[in-house]
């Protein structure tokens, strides 16, 4: 009798808790409807193409929008990765460009000029990381130097203008 109680019991305990993860999933089921969506190839072309119009009028904000909509719906779509990428690093937003980046490379790893981009990105991230450390009292005098040195490199490397340039220009 002890042991048809303990089965009984058992086999409750699995159907509350089958019923209780069905409910739980179906919820995160209906909440995903929301959030993502399939794009058909037409609607992913469409939206792109309002992208590269927010990005030709240096809406990046806007392109930012546009791109997470496709890349959210379809993960896999490298392109799209890539330029919510280029949206991001063209509004300074270095670490989801960084990651945006990641995730084109992930989506196809054969697309080679997101290595260049993400290499870029990862100098300019370097580059304000460098900044921040030299306004710190706690940087050796030779680590100072060190990073003055690698901030000039990455500076004439990426075209931008240096300290003493950007000081004339003001």
């Known amino acids: 009798m002890a042991v048809t109680k303990k089965i009984?019991?058992?086999?409750?305990?699995?159907?509350?808790?089958?019923?209780?993860?069905?409910?739980?999933?179906?919820?995160?089921?209906?909440?995903?409807?929301?959030?993502?969506?399939?794009?058909?190839?037409?609607?992913?072309?469409?939206?792109?193409?309002?992208?590269?119009?927010?990005?030709?009028?240096?809406?990046?904000?806007?392109?930012?929008?546009?791109?997470?909509?496709?890349?959210?719906?379809?993960?896999?779509?490298?392109p799209a990765w890539f330029r919510l990428g280029i949206a991001y690093l063209r509004s300074d937003q270095l670490q989801q460009a960084q990651h945006a980046f990641e995730e084109a490379i992930?989506?196809?790893?054969?697309?080679?000029?997101?290595?260049?981009?993400?290499?870029?990105?990862?100098?300019?991230?370097?580059?304000v990381i460098a900044q921040k450390a030299l306004q710190s009292d706690q940087v050796s005098d030779a680590n100072r130097s060190a990073l003055r040195s690698l901030i000039a490199d990455v500076e004439h490397t990426l075209n931008l203008p240096t300290k003493s340039q950007t000081s004339l220009t003001k």
Request: aromatic letters at 4%; charged letters at 15%.
């Open 8 to 78: 009984v019991s058992v086999a409750l305990i699995l159907l509350i808790s089958t019923t209780l993860g069905a409910c739980a999933n179906r919820a995160r089921n209906s909440e995903n409807i929301g959030q993502q969506q399939t794009l058909t190839p037409v609607e992913i072309s469409q939206i792109s193409a309002n992208a590269e119009q927010a990005m030709a009028v240096q809406d990046y904000l806007r392109a930012i929008q546009l791109y997470q909509t496709v890349v959210k719906a379809n993960p896999t779509v490298a």
């Open 106 to 127: 992930r989506a196809d790893p054969k697309m080679d000029k997101t290595y260049a981009n993400l290499a870029m990105t990862h100098l300019l991230e370097f580059r």
